[in-house]
Structure formats: C-alpha cells, structure tokens
C-alpha cells in the first residue's frame, strides 16, 4: 500500500488552512487551534514547510508563518518533498539507494517510469485545487498526461489524428 505520512498528511491540511487566509500572518498557535492539532505537530511540520521553502516565516509581535508562493503555484509534490524528502516509490529511484539488486535489476528502468509517472500526478494538483468545496468534483479539472508514443501512434493509425 501506497501511503503518506501522518506529517505529511498535517502539512497539507496546514497549507490548505494558510491558502484560504494567505493574506494575514499566522503563529504556531493560532494555526494549531484552527486546525485542531497539536502544537508540537504543528510546530515540527511549520518548520519543514519553511525549510522546503512553501513558507515564510517573520519574527515579531507581527510576525507568523504565510506562504512564499501563489496558492496555483505550489502543488502536492512540493508539500510531499518538503517534509518526506524526495518522492520514491522503490529504493532504486531514490538518490541515496542502498539496493543489492540495482545492479542486475530488470525492472529499474520501469520503476523509474512508474515514480516519474506518480510524481507529475501529484505535481499537478496544485494547493489552489484543495480549495474547492468537497462537492464540486464536477468543477474540478481532471490530471492530464501526455500519451506514450505507442498510444499516440495507435489513435493515429485509427482515426489519422490525436484526439483528445
């Protein structure tokens, strides 16, 4: 089973909470009663979020946590890296691999299309898409991916065009 973390999980509910009020600052504690959670939790995910650079953060009796970005540019990717680091699904597509088997491994390169292919997905749902009420899956803009060149050849032959 594919899964994310319990963290990461938290810092997405946390940067959906900061998109819809993006134009004020906020505390740790603030934000940890908004969301109902706990403070040290919130704390631990703040910081990975400002150390992935989705958030800034300002010192001060006027200060708190915002986001560094537009809400339409940063996407689930960029929340996943921040606090999980990189997106790997095996071992081998992870620049630190420890693998016994990388160097005979007949699925490698597929492993990589499959990470690849997970990563864009989550890369194109963008926080500003979290936004929308619960509801509306009908407003919401389907994940688009680019035919492989077997497919694009295939609707070629059949229809001489691409249609999609």
Not at 4 to 17: E, H, N, Q
Not at 19 to 44: G, I, W, Y
Not at 61 to 76: E, P, T
Not at 105 to 115: G, K
């Amino acid at each position: 089973m594919l899964r994310i973390g319990k963290l990461t999980d938290y810092g997405i509910v946390l940067m959906s909470y900061l998109a819809t009020k993006s134009e004020l600052q906020h505390s740790a504690h603030s934000l940890s009663e908004a969301v109902q959670m706990p403070l040290p939790t919130v704390k631990k995910v703040l910081k990975a979020l400002t150390q992935g650079d989705l958030l800034k953060s300002e010192r001060g009796a006027h200060g708190g946590y915002s986001l560094q970005r537009q809400v339409d540019q940063i996407s689930v990717a960029d929340i996943i890296t921040a606090i999980e680091g990189p997106i790997a699904l095996t071992e081998c597509v992870s620049d630190e691999s420890h693998c016994v088997q990388e160097d005979h491994c007949s699925i490698q390169v597929n492993s990589a299309r499959i990470n690849n292919a997970v990563y864009l997905a989550l890369d194109e749902v963008k926080l500003s898409d979290m936004l929308l009420p619960q509801g509306n899956l009908e407003t919401v803009s389907p994940i688009n991916f680019y035919p492989s060149a077997k497919q694009m050849k295939s609707a070629n032959e059949q229809d001489g065009e691409l249609n999609g």
